[in-house]
Nanobody, 120 residues
Framework: QVQLVESGGGLVQPGGSLRLSCAFS????????MGWYRQAPGKQRELVAH???????DYADSVKDRFTISRDNAKSTVYLQMDSLKPEDTAVYYC??????????????WGQGTQVTVSS
């Protein structure tokens, strides 16, 4: 059973930076595609950034050139470096993956989320 645990959220001033981490366990991290999503109050959850097992990355237009997704297969961890933060980046940020083993192929797994608040 895959488990995802996010950390690194907090309160930051506009223009500041945060780095989120998502620790993965329970399956083969190196084979897993990983994504960061966010959900602001009253809004739908949206994809922020995605990194494939082959290191191909993709970003929402709203965060391009400000956020960077990366992964460390040795640590089974995916990161989201967030720079030039704006108040509209305020949301709960979630880590997500899909199962890669025969028993859970395609099953979605989500972390518990970490709050990011951008405010002066």
């Amino acid at each position: 059973q895959v488990q995802l645990v996010e950390s690194g959220g907090g309160l930051v001033q506009p223009g500041g930076s945060l780095r989120l981490s998502c620790a993965f366990s329970g399956s083969i991290f190196a084979l897993s595609n990983m994504g960061w999503y966010r959900q602001a109050p009253g809004k739908q959850r949206e994809l922020v950034a995605h990194i494939s097992s082959g290191l191909i990355t993709d970003y929402a237009d709203s965060v391009k050139d400000r956020f960077t997704i990366s992964r460390d297969n040795a640590k089974s961890t995916v990161y989201l470096q967030m720079d030039s933060l704006k108040p509209e980046d305020t949301a709960v940020y979630y880590c997500k993956t899909e199962g890669v083993l025969r028993a859970d192929y395609g099953m979605e797994y989500w972390g518990q989320g970490t709050q990011v608040t951008v405010s002066s």
